[in-house]
C-alpha cells in the first residue's frame, strides 16, 4: 500500500477502503469545498401515520438491506446496550455480509461482534476499537481498514458525505408511532441522544427502536419524527444500571487527588478561575471539578457554563448556582439523566453544536478550560489517546480532539501506570498536533507547552512543580526504564486516525505477535 | 518449591523450584508484558548467573513492579530456597553520597509505609510528610520480615524521598538489631524508629551497635533515634530514654500498643493515653528532646484528625504520626502557628536582638521581661512559620 508523509512526518495511506484519503495538513490548512451530503427527498404519500412494523427484521429488509451497506448506531446505553449484539446476529442470519459498522462508540459488551467480523458480516469498523475488538483489528484480522473519528469528525465525516450512512439505527427510551424519540424517559432513560442526530439528519433510511412507545406527541422530540422512517417495538432495548458509566465515583487514589488539587491551583493561578470548562467522568476529572468548585467558591466567583459528560457532581454544582448552564453530551449516571430532563439549564447538546468542525463555530471553541486524559504525550506535545505503548488500539478518540480547541487544554494522569511511561520521547499513534496542548499535569511535575509563553510568564511564581516536559520524559524513564517497542509492520496498515476536519493524521500498523 | 511477593499493582510474586533440566527456565505472566516482558526475563538470568546455584524453573506474575521491587523478591526467594547461601541482588543507587541530616528539623508528619508494600512507597513524597517511615514491625506479617528487610533496603537505595526524612522503624530489640546491617549498608537512612522502648540502656546500647557498625563499613554520619513508647514501663522510664543517648532526636507515643498495656480500650477521646502522653511530654521535655504524638487512625475523619492534632499541640506535642497521605496536609494545618503567634514571636526577636545589640542582659517587650525560655520558643515558632512560607510583613 502507497503511504506518504503528512504534515507531521506521519506515514498515512492515501488510499483506504476503496476511498481516496487527504493526508492531514495542519490545524486549519484544509478547507472543504461543495456541498454538504443530502438523503433523497422523501414524500409524505409513502408514510403511514402508524410507522411501526413488526420486527427490526422487516424494518432492515424494508430499509432494503444488502451487502456492503453502512449502518450506524449510537452508543448512549453504552455497557447496558442491548440492540447491536442481536442485530448482527439478525443480519448474518438474513446472510448479509461486507457490512461497515459506524457507532458513535463500542464497549466491553460488544466482544461478540468479533465473530461478525470473523465470518464477513462486518468488513469493517469506522468508530472506536476498544479491549478485544480493538486486539482483533491491531492484529491486522480485520477485512478492511478502521477508520478512527473524534465524535465531532463522525459528524463531519457524515456531513461531508466522506461516510455515507444507508441505515441509521436509533435505540431511543422513548419514541411515538411517527418516530419522534427522545432518552430522558423510560426504563432505558440514558440522556441525551444527540450523538443520533446525524444519523437522523443524513442517513437514506432511519429505524427507531424502543421499549417505551408513548402516545404521540412523544415530548421532547430530541429525533424528530420528520426523519424517522420505521419504529420498531422491542421489549428491552438496555440495562438502566449499565447504562451510566463506571466512572463517576471520585478517585480515592491519593496520587490522583494530588494530580487534581495541581489542575485546581493551575487553573486559578494562570488567570482562568471562573471560565467555563469541560468535565468529563473518570477519577481525576470528577475530583478537579471538586477542588475547583472550592476555589470558585473561596474566591466569589462562578463559570458561565459547563461542558458535560454530566455526572451528579456537575448537577450539584448548576444546584448550587456555581455554574450557569450544563451543556451536555452525554449523561453519565442518573442523576445527570434527571436533571437534563428536569431542570431548563441542563441543556442537551449534539456533536454538531459542540463538535463539528465543518460548521460556522461550535460549542468547544467557547470552553475555557479542558481537561483531558491521553495514553502517551511526547516531548513534542504531540498525544496520544487510542493505542497503548505496545501499539495496540485501546480507546475511542471520543470527544478528545474536539475539545483541544479550549483557551487552557490540560492533559493530566499519572507519570506512569503499572510502570508504563506517559510521557515518551515519540508517541506511538498522533492523535492531536503538538499546537494544541497547553499544559501536561502529572504527579511529578507539570509542564507548560514552551508556544504558551504567556502562560509560563503567568506561573513564573507558582509553587507548583513546574518543569520542561524532557524533564518528566527523563524522570519517567529513570523510574520505569524504557519499555521494548512493539514490532509492527508498517507494509499493512489496520486503522486510521482521522483528524477533525477529516484529514488522516496517523496510522495503526499491525502488531506482529511472537 | 518457594514462593515470594504478592500478586497485586506494582509488585511481583515468584514461585521458584529447583528444575531437572540442565538450564534455568522462567515463565512470565506480566500486565506489562508486550513492554517489559523481556526485560523482566533477562533481569533475573542476569542475576542468576551471579550465584552458584542448580538451575532453578520461576514462574513470574508481575504487576508491574519496578527493578529494585523485582530484585529483592528474586533475592528473597532464593534465600528462601537456600538459606545459607550469601548475596544480595542489589539495585544501582539513585543518589550520590548524602549530606548529614539535621538532628533538629520539622517532624510534624511522620508517615508509616507498610514495608512490605512497594505500590505504597514509590509515590510517598510526593505527599511531602516531613518524614517517610518504612516499616519492618507492625504492618509486615511474621512470615514476610525477610522480603520486606530487602526491599526497604532496595527502597531506600533507590526511592526519591523528596524533602522527607528518610526513616525506617526496625523491629523490637533485640531482634530489631538483626534489621540494621541492612539498612545501614544503603547509607540511605536518617532516623531509626525504635518501637516499644523501655529503657534508656537499650537505646544507648543501639546507638553504640549502629555507631560501630557504621564505623566499621567506613559510613561517617550520624543516624538519629526515634525511641516510641507504648507500654506503661516505657511512659515510666520516658525521661531516662530521652537522655539515654545525644542521637535520640525526639520521642513518640504509640497509642495502639499502650492501651493494650494497660488493659484499657482506645477510644476517640483518649483519656485512657491523657496522663501517658502528658508524662512523655515532661520526659521529654525535660531531656531536651521533642515529642511526637501517636497516629490518628481513622483516616476519613478530617476534622477528628484537625482536633486530635489542636489537642496534641496543646499537650505540648510537636508532631503526629499518619497512615494515609490525606492525614498529611491537615496534620501540617493543625501546627500551622496563628498569624497572632508570629507577630508575637517577631516582636519577641526584635527585642531581644535589640538587647543583645545593646549588650544588655535583659530582654524586655514593653514593660515585660521576657526570660530566655521564651526567647527560644519565639525563635522556634519563627523557623516553623517560615516553612509555612509566613513572611515579616
Redesign the interface.
Known amino acids: 500500500m502507497e503511504l506518504v508523509k503528512n504534515s507531521l512526518g506521519r506515514l498515512v495511506p492515501q488510499e483506504v477502503n476503496g476511498k481516496r484519503q487527504i493526508p492531514f495538513k495542519g490545524i486549519g490548512a484544509h478547507k472543504p469545498e461543495g456541498r454538504k451530503w443530502s438523503p433523497p427527498i422523501p414524500s409524505n404519500s409513502d408514510y403511514p401515520k402508524d410507522k411501526r412494523v413488526s420486527s427490526l427484521k422487516e424494518a432492515l429488509e424494508k430499509c432494503g438491506i444488502r451487502d456492503g451497506m453502512t449502518i450506524g448506531i449510537h452508543h448512549h446505553f453504552r455497557d447496558g446496550d442491548l440492540v447491536i449484539n442481536p442485530l448482527f446476529d439478525l443480519i448474518s442470519e438474513m446472510g448479509i455480509k461486507d457490512i461497515t459498522f459506524a457507532p458513535t462508540a463500542l464497549f466491553p459488551t460488544h466482544e461478540p461482534l468479533i465473530n461478525h467480523l470473523e465470518s464477513g458480516v462486518i468488513h469493517h469498523i469506522e468508530g472506536s476499537m476498544n479491549g478485544p475488538i480493538g486486539r482483533f483489528c491491531t492484529e491486522g484480522k480485520m477485512r478492511g481498514i478502521g477508520v478512527l473519528r473524534s465524535h465531532g469528525g463522525r459528524w463531519q465525516a457524515i456531513q461531508d458525505g466522506e461516510l455515507k450512512i444507508d441505515i441509521g439505527i436509533i435505540p431511543a427510551p422513548a419514541a411515538d408511532i411517527m418516530g419522534n424519540a427522545n432518552g430522558v424517559q423510560g426504563p432505558s432513560a440514558c440522556g441525551p441522544l444527540g450523538f443520533a442526530l446525524a444519523d437522523a439528519t443524513f442517513a437514506d433510511k432511519v429505524i427507531v427502536i424502543t421499549d417505551n412507545l408513548v402516545p404521540f406527541p412523544c415530548v421532547p422530540w430530541e429525533i424528530p419524527g420528520m426523519l424517522v422512517d420505521y419504529v420498531v417495538e422491542a421489549e428491552k432495548i438496555g440495562i438502566p444500571e449499565k447504562i451510566v458509566s463506571g466512572t463517576t465515583q471520585i478517585t480515592k487514589s491519593?496520587?490522583r487527588?494530588?494530580i487534581a488539587q495541581y489542575i485546581a491551583q493551575f487553573i486559578e493561578e494562570a488567570g482562568y478561575l471562573g471560565a467555563s470548562f469541560q468535565a468529563g467522568a473518570g477519577g481525576i476529572s470528577l475530583a478537579f471539578v471538586q477542588f475547583l468548585a472550592e476555589r470558585m467558591k473561596a474566591k466569589g466567583v462562578k463559570a458561565p457554563f459547563a461542558r458535560g459528560g454530566s455526572t451528579k457532581f456537575l448537577v450539584d454544582l448548576l444546584n448550587e448556582g456555581l455554574i450557569g448552564y450544563i451543556l451536555d453530551g452525554q449523561s453519565f449516571d442518573l442523576d445527570g439523566v434527571k436533571s437534563l430532563r428536569d431542570n431548563p439549564k441542563h441543556i442537551s447538546t449534539s456533536p454538531f453544536t459542540s463538535y463539528n468542525y465543518h460548521s460556522k463555530g461550535n460549542f468547544a471553541n467557547y470552553v475555557g478550560v479542558s481537561v483531558l486524559g491521553a495514553t502517551e504525550v511526547d516531548i513534542n506535545f504531540c498525544a496520544n489517546v487510542v493505542t497503548?505503548?505496545?501499539g495496540?488500539l485501546l480507546h475511542g478518540i471520543g470527544g478528545w480532539q474536539n475539545t483541544l480547541f479550549a483557551d487552557l487544554t490540560i492533559l493530566a494522569f499519572p507519570l506512569f501506570?503499572?510502570?508504563?511511561p506517559i510521557v515518551v520521547e515519540e508517541v506511538t499513534t498522533v492523535c492531536a498536533p503538538p499546537e494544541l496542548i497547553d499544559v501536561v499535569i502529572t504527579?511529578?511535575g507539570i509542564a507548560i507547552n514552551p508556544k504558551r509563553e504567556d502562560l509560563i510568564e503567568r506561573m513564573k511564581n507558582s509553587n507548583l512543580p513546574i518543569v520542561k516536559i524532557e524533564d518528566l520524559y527523563h524522570i519517567a524513564k529513570?523510574?520505569?526504564?524504557t519499555?521494548?517497542k512493539?514490532k509492527i509492520n508498517k507494509e499493512k496498515p489496520v486503522a486510521i486516525i482521522k483528524w477533525v476536519d477529516g484529514t488522516v493524521i496517523d496510522t495503526v500498523f499491525q502488531i506482529i505477535k511472537e | 518449591m518457594v514462593s515470594v511477593g504478592r500478586d497485586s499493582k506494582e509488585d511481583i510474586f515468584l514461585k521458584i523450584e529447583k528444575e531437572e533440566g540442565q538450564q534455568h527456565i522462567i515463565e512470565i505472566e506480566s500486565s506489562v508484558k508486550n513492554l517489559f516482558g523481556k526485560h523482566i526475563k533477562e533481569l533475573i538470568l542476569e542475576n542468576l548467573k551471579k550465584l552458584d546455584i542448580p538451575p532453578l524453573r520461576i514462574d513470574v506474575k508481575d504487576n508491574g513492579a519496578l527493578d529494585f521491587v523485582i530484585l529483592a523478591r528474586l533475592e528473597a526467594g532464593i534465600k528462601r530456597l537456600f538459606p545459607d547461601l550469601k548475596f544480595k541482588f542489589l539495585p544501582e543507587k539513585s543518589f550520590e553520597d548524602r549530606i548529614q541530616a539535621p538532628k533538629e528539623r520539622p517532624r510534624r508528619s511522620r508517615l508509616y509505609v507498610p514495608g512490605n508494600q512497594p505500590d505504597l512507597m514509590i509515590n510517598a513524597y510526593l505527599f511531602k510528610p516531613d518524614g517517610i517511615i518504612l516499616d519492618l514491625e507492625d504492618s509486615v506479617a511474621p512470615s514476610e520480615k525477610d522480603a520486606a528487610l530487602i526491599l526497604v533496603r532496595n527502597a531506600l537505595m533507590v526511592l526519591d524521598f523528596g524533602q522527607s526524612e528518610r526513616m525506617v522503624r526496625i523491629n523490637q530489640l533485640p531482634k530489631g538489631l538483626k534489621d540494621l546491617p541492612e539498612i545501614l549498608e544503603t547509607d540511605g537512612v536518617d532516623c531509626i524508629l525504635v518501637p516499644k522502648a523501655e529503657r534508656g540502656e537499650d537505646i544507648g546500647q543501639l546507638s553504640l551497635f549502629i555507631k560501630e557498625y557504621l564505623n566499621k563499613i567506613g559510613v561517617v554520619r550520624n543516624i538519629w533515634l526515634m525511641p516510641i513508647i507504648e507500654s506503661a514501663l516505657g511512659v515510666l522510664k520516658a525521661y531516662e530514654i530521652a537522655s539515654s543517648c545525644p542521637e535520640v532526636c525526639s520521642l513518640a507515643f504509640g497509642a495502639e500498643d499502650f492501651t493494650k498495656d494497660i488493659g484499657a480500650q482506645r477510644t476517640r477521646e483518649g483519656r485512657e493515653s491523657f496522663v501517658a502522653r502528658s508524662m512523655l511530654v515532661l520526659g521529654a521535655r525535660a531531656a531536651g528532646v521533642p515529642p511526637i504524638d501517636t497516629v490518628f487512625s481513622d483516616v476519613e475523619d478530617m476534622e477528628g484528625l484537625l482536633s486530635s492534632v489542636k489537642e496534641a499541640q496543646a499537650l505540648g506535642f510537636e508532631g503526629k504520626g499518619c497512615i494515609h497521605p490525606r492525614q498529611i496536609e491537615v496534620i501540617h494545618k493543625g501546627f500551622k502557628p496563628t498569624e497572632e503567634e508570629f507577630q508575637w514571636a517577631l516582636k519577641v526577636k526584635k527585642a531581644y536582638e535589640e538587647a543583645k545589640e545593646k549588650g544588655l542582659g535583659v530582654v524586655a517587650l514593653g514593660t515585660k521581661m521576657i526570660d530566655p525560655p521564651v526567647v527560644e520558643r519565639a525563635l522556634k515558632l519563627i523557623k516553623l512559620a517560615e516553612i509555612y512560607g509566613m513572611k515579616e510583613a
Open positions: 491519593p496520587t487527588l494530588l497503548h505503548s505496545d495496540y501506570r503499572g510502570r508504563i504527579e511529578r529513570k523510574i520505569c526504564g519499555p521494548e512493539p
